[in-house]
């Protein structure tokens, strides 16, 4: 006979992660900030409260270089719906700058319902890669569900893609320039999930097209918010122990990005052998896992459908990683995994490339 719920959830039940007493207490303001934001019987989201958060956390873009040599800049996609784009990109006289980066372009989590490009655990997280990867990152600002369900946030992405394709990158130093057949794609959560589907279909795209320039060269996966009705042995034992995503919070989010009337079976969510039909040039992948998040199943899952498509797959796990934990600095594995990425970054990067002119 087959486990029940409740014996799962007995079963090996670990006590909670031992945090540093700072990344507690963000830890528990985002968990009761999540909570009074979303738990709203009609399935929308509280955007009156979250605007008053939104303030307290938004940061501007900002030209002048930081301490470690890294400066941002906002551009426009489409105006008309919201678009746009923050760059992190060192300044011309950084002595780490070289010519040609690479560009990942990041997508933040959120469960699709929360966040921003422009808030403050983003900006900072997005100057760490820029210097920690060596890379031009350019973070996207999509639109959020439920005000805007799928296909919404990989139809931003996509287009975000072909922005960069035609234009360049704005808003760099001159003598910065980007290599764009180095292109990867980067996102934790939501934003794992949406540069998956992103990748395929730019994929798909670009091999009929000639005069494509942007060459998706890998995913840098964290912590990917995949799913399904089925409930797996992580999402039963750590419901209520892990941190910041729990199956209450999940169900809320699948329910506002997905079509109306889908169920977390629907192929956005819930990826499998039978309807992950993969590109031929589908790019090579991170997928970061992490031992406190209650997703860790999904993401195994999501990896073993890619090698059994053939697709090339590192996993790295983190045993005490809870679900986000490369946005908090004060954990130590916050800093490895960008050492992780570095190394696919390099490792991955187009043989030969010819530098891209900055665009202005």
């Known amino acids: 006979m ?35 934001i979303n738990r709203r019987r009609d399935g929308t989201v509280n955007r009156c409260l979250y605007s008053v958060a939104d303030r307290f956390l938004r940061v501007r873009a900002n030209p002048r270089p930081d301490s470690s040599g890294v400066r941002s800049a906002d551009f426009a996609v489409d105006g008309s719906r919201g678009l746009w784009a923050r760059v992190f990109s060192p ?3 950084a002595a780490w700058a070289r010519p040609s980066l690479p560009v990942v372009v990041y997508f933040h989590g959120g469960g699709f319902a929360l966040f921003s490009a422009a808030q403050c655990y983003f900006d900072r997280l997005c100057r760490r890669l820029c210097r920690g990867i060596g890379a031009v990152v350019v973070s996207v600002e999509y639109r ?6 799928y296909p919404a946030a990989y139809d931003d992405a996509m287009d975000t893609l072909l922005f960069i ?14 290599d764009l057949s180095s292109c990867f794609l980067a996102g934790e959560s939501a ?22 320039r942007l060459a998706v060269a890998g995913l840098l996966s964290v912590q990917p ?8 042995e992580s999402e039963l034992r750590l419901d209520g122990v892990a941190p910041i ?25 819930h990826v499998t052998d039978e309807n992950a039909e993969l590109a031929a040039t589908f790019p090579p992948a991170l997928v ?29 796990e983190f045993p005490e990683g809870i679900h986000a934990f490369y946005l908090f600095p004060q954990l130590a594995a916050s800093a490895k995994i960008i050492e992780d990425m570095r190394a696919f970054v390099e490792c991955n990067r187009a043989s030969s490339s010819t530098p891209e002119s900055s665009a202005q």
């Open 91 to 93: 300044a011309g006289t």
């Open 191 to 212: 934003g794992g999930n949406i540069i998956h589907h992103v990748a395929n279909r730019w994929a798909a795209a670009a091999s009929t097209s000639s005069s494509v």
């Open 288 to 316: 970061v896992v992490g031992g406190f998040d209650t997703l860790q199943d999904w993401q195994r899952r999501y990896a073993d459908v890619l090698r059994r498509k053939g697709k090339q797959v590192q996993v790295v």
């Open 144 to 149: 959020l569900a439920p005000e805007h369900p």
């Open 2 to 36: 087959g486990s029940t719920t409740q014996e799962v959830r007995a079963r090996s039940r670990p006590s909670p992660p031992a945090l540093p007493c700072a990344v507690q207490l963000q830890v528990t303001a985002f968990s009761a900030g999540i909570d009074a």
């Open 165 to 178: 394709d035609a234009n360049g990158v704005a808003g760099l130093d001159e003598g910065v320039s980007v």
């Open 225 to 232: 918010y995949f799913g399904g009705e089925e409930r797996t």
């Open 245 to 269: 995503v729990n199956l209450r919070r999940s169900d809320f989010w699948w329910k506002a990005f997905l079509p109306a009337g889908a169920t977390r079976d629907h192929p956005a969510a």
